[in-house]
Every structure is written in structure tokens, then in C-alpha cells.
């Protein structure tokens, strides 16, 4: 017997993989669980220990020092032209990822595998010291289709297609007497403070998942503009994006002012476009003591009422002998906007599922249904709160570092613990190992597997012979990636 379109809807929206959306910023392509700025060093220990998040010069490009596989951009003016006798640089990275995951009562053969790999080419020319010039290329490479919605949630699934190429980044940068930098074409930005949440980041309409082990969405077109306040150590920026833009009144404005306040970095943000709410963002980071604090709030004005979100971080880097240390941080986030209980999340989605399905068997047509996750992970709860530990060169293993990291939606009291092992073969080859399980009961860690297993099954009439709905409950993962820069 053929499955009716209500199964075929309920199967396809959580196999598919997660949309693309407008694909954030190098600063944050630095992983939760890993390096991934082609230094060595580990994400999580550079958020640590207080990584600044632009260049003191206004060149834009302190994000793009940890892209994958860049060298360090964005520098300063360059006065001697003998540096710059080589114009032209020529670079990329080639990264393969295989992870296997596991489902509760799942035989084994059946477990999903996942291999996704990328390549990123970039060209960065300066002509002189005063004009840059940079494209970037990447291109996706996912021969596997089993496992979709696991490997979506982890960053892994390949956006339907095989084999993607995107353009990343293609931006022309120079400067009016030196004062005023720059910037035209697609670029990233990203202002915030903290690891995982950043309630800040009004630039894009994606969210990063944090769980990525490096940031899948592709820059913007824009202008952005920058004027140092030397001075004061100051920066002040101004932005026109044009992304999904149809005439100059749907071009969108941002503004952002840092400042430099003692031993505090304070960051200013507003962006508004015509259609969209405007939305205004508070930035936080200082040293007190031995501690690195930092914080964000972000306010969405809709007719005239605040919604706002706020995340806060804390890192301790521990010093055990003359050349060893840990690091140990704390992380939180508040969404009031976010769901509460399972049945908050769950029970819209099934409804208009079934909604869906009812009226396409009416009019004799194929359900429509979203090719994304029914949820923004990492987001769909009010709470969340995160603990990593790093251990980077301990002893004598100076090229391998260890990040224990643990995150849980205390909403729905599910989360997610991972261990990553990272080191460094042959000089430039990177091999990377990690295994991660998945706790808790039912929520947004266990993809809401029993929830929609009841739901569904309940709401199918009775009598139509339909199989029952079984829903794949995630338990653990591990995976083996390898990386070299070139």
C-alpha cells in the first residue's frame, strides 16, 4: 500500500538538510570544538584568552585571519613597498569530514555516515599598500545522502546538492587619506562578544549553529565604511547592505561605535531595514583579575515593544608549570521569546504539518514543505547553558590539544557533551578526532524524536492502515577530520 502524503510530509521534513539562508563572519569561524583558523591554536582557547575581534587600524579584516586556512589580513599599512614585492597571494584550504551517528534502537548497519568536504580557494592581491583586493571560492563536496537530518544539525549535511560552489567573499578595499577605510563588495562582519549566542549579530538573518565546526554562511554585499578614533583607540563603522535588496528604500543601514574604556571593550550596534524591525545591540568584554568576562544584549523593537535576548561568558586560564595551562569557561543565554516545554515546541509544528497535508490531499497536490529544520537550533529554547575545558600542548604533546565541551537546552533539560582531540601530523596536516553523546530525556538534543512519535501517530485517523510514525532518537557521534592548508 502506497503511504499517504500526511507520512511522506512528516518524513521529509525532518529528513531533509538545513537551508542555506543567507550563508557569518570568520570571527566566528573559529569552532566551539576546535581550531579552525589554521594556527594551531584552539577556538575555544582564543575566546579564552580575550582574542581581540578587529584590527586596532580599521582594517576590516580581522575576521578573515581566522577564516580557514588564511594567512594573517587585514594589517596595517604597509610604508616600505619592499614588503609588498609580492602582490599577489594565492591560497586555500581542503578539508574532509567523516562522521558516523548513532540512533537509539537502530541495528548498526543502519546507523547514518556522513562525509562532507570542502575546499576553499582565496586570491588576495595588494597592489599597493594603500589598495587591496581579495576573493574567496569554496566549493562542497557530499557524495552521502543518508543521515540528513542528524548530519544538518551537526553542520554536515551538503544543502541538497552533491557538489556546491559559492562565493564566499570578492571585496576591494582602500582608504581616503588614510583616515577613512573602505570596504565594497561581499565581505563578512560580525560584532559580539561571546562564543556560542550572539544576540548582536544583526547583520545576518541565519543564525550559526554553534555546533559547525566553522561558519557555513557566505559573506554579504555591502559598503562598509571606518573611521579610527586614534585617539581614543576608538572605531566607528558604518554599513549598506544590499543583500535581498530590490531598490534603494530595501537597502539596509547598520552603524556600530567600539569603544575602549579602560580595560573594557564597550560595542554599540543599530541596523534597520525597510520591512524588517529595527534592532539595537549592547557588547561587553573586560578583564577583572584572572577572569575574562563578556556579554551581549540584543533589542528587536516591534511596534514599539522590546524583545531582547542577552548571552554572558566567563573563561579562568589556569597556569599548572611554566608552560602549561588550562582553560575553563562558562557560557549562558536567555531568549523570553523561546519555547518552554517540549509540547511549546512540537505541538505548532504537528498542527500545521497535519494542516498541510489535509488541504494538498484536498486539492490533489504535493505537500509544500520547508526544506530546513522546523526549529533555529540553539535558539528555540528560553535557556541554555555551556562549560568547555582546554587543554592545549600539555606536557610533551606540544602539537595536540583536547576541548572538553558540554552544552544543554535547560528548557526542555536535554543537551550534548563532546570531546575533541586535535593535533598535528607531518607539519602542515591536521587530523582531528571527536566523539560527542547526546543526554536527556525528549527536547531539542533528542530532536523531539517521542514528542513527535506520539503526536503524529495520534493525530493519523485510525483505519487507514497508515504505518506508525517512527522518528530516529539520536544517541552519540564521532567523526575524523582531516585538514591541510595550502
Known sequence: ????????????????????????????????????????????????????????????????????????LGAPAVENREALADKLQIGGLLYLRHGLFFNEETDLGKQSYSNNNLTDVYFDARPNDRVRAFLR?????????????????????????????????????????????????????????????????????????PLTLYDQRTGLPMLKVQVPIGSLGWNAYGLLIADSATDIETVAAAGRLEMVLGTAELGLTAMKRKGLDPRFGLDLSMGLWDLDLSGELGVRLHDGEPAWMVSAGLSWQVQYNDEDSLIFGVEGFHNPDGKATVDDVVDPIVAGLMAAAQQAFIDGTEPQVDAGLPFTPFYVGRW???????????????????????????????GFLRLD?????????????????????????????????????????????????????PAAQVGVNLRVPF
Do not use: C
Not at 562565493?167 to 582602500?174: A, F, G, Y
Not at 575545558?389 to 558540554?406: I, K, R, Y
Open 1 to 72: 500500500m502506497r503511504l499517504p502524503r500526511l507520512l511522506v510530509v512528516a518524513l521529509v521534513l525532518f529528513a531533509l538538510p538545513v537551508a542555506a539562508g543567507p550563508l557569518d563572519d570568520g570571527e566566528r569561524d573559529d569552532a566551539i570544538f576546535g581550531d579552525d583558523d589554521g594556527d594551531g591554536d584552539d577556538g575555544l582557547a582564543a575566546a579564552a584568552a580575550g582574542t581581540p575581534t578587529d584590527d586596532a587600524d580599521g582594517a576590516d579584516d580581522a575576521d578573515d585571519s581566522t577564516r580557514l586556512g588564511d594567512p594573517r
Open 137 to 209: 571560492g569554496r566549493m562542497t563536496y557530499t557524495p552521502t545522502t543518508s543521515g540528513s537530518t542528524t548530519s544538518a544539525f551537526f553542520g554536515l549535511g551538503g544543502g541538497g546538492d552533491e557538489v556546491q560552489v559559492l562565493l564566499d567573499e570578492m571585496w576591494l578595499k582602500w582608504d581616503i587619506g588614510r583616515q577613512v577605510y573602505l570596504t565594497l563588495g561581499r565581505q563578512h562582519v560580525h560584532w559580539g562578544t561571546t562564543r556560542l549566542w550572539n544576540p548582536v549579530d544583526v547583520i545576518y538573518s541565519a543564525r550559526r549553529n
Open 384 to 414: 541554555y547553558a555551556a562549560f568547555f575545558a582546554v587543554a592545549m600542548g600539555p606536557g610533551s604533546w606540544d602539537d595536540t590539544s583536547f576541548t572538553l565541551s558540554a552544552i544543554a537546552n535547560l528548557s526542555d533539560r536535554t
Open 421 to 473: 582531540v586535535r593535533t598535528l601530523v607531518l607539519t602542515d596536516l591536521s587530523l582531528e578526532l571527536y566523539g560527542g553523546l547526546n543526554v536527556g530525556a525528549d527536547g531539542e538534543f533528542r530532536y523531539y524524536a517521542r514528542s513527535f512519535e506520539e503526536k503524529l501517530n495520534a493525530a493519523i485517523p485510525a483505519g487507514l492502515g497508515i504505518p506508525a510514525v517512527e522518528m530516529p532518537r
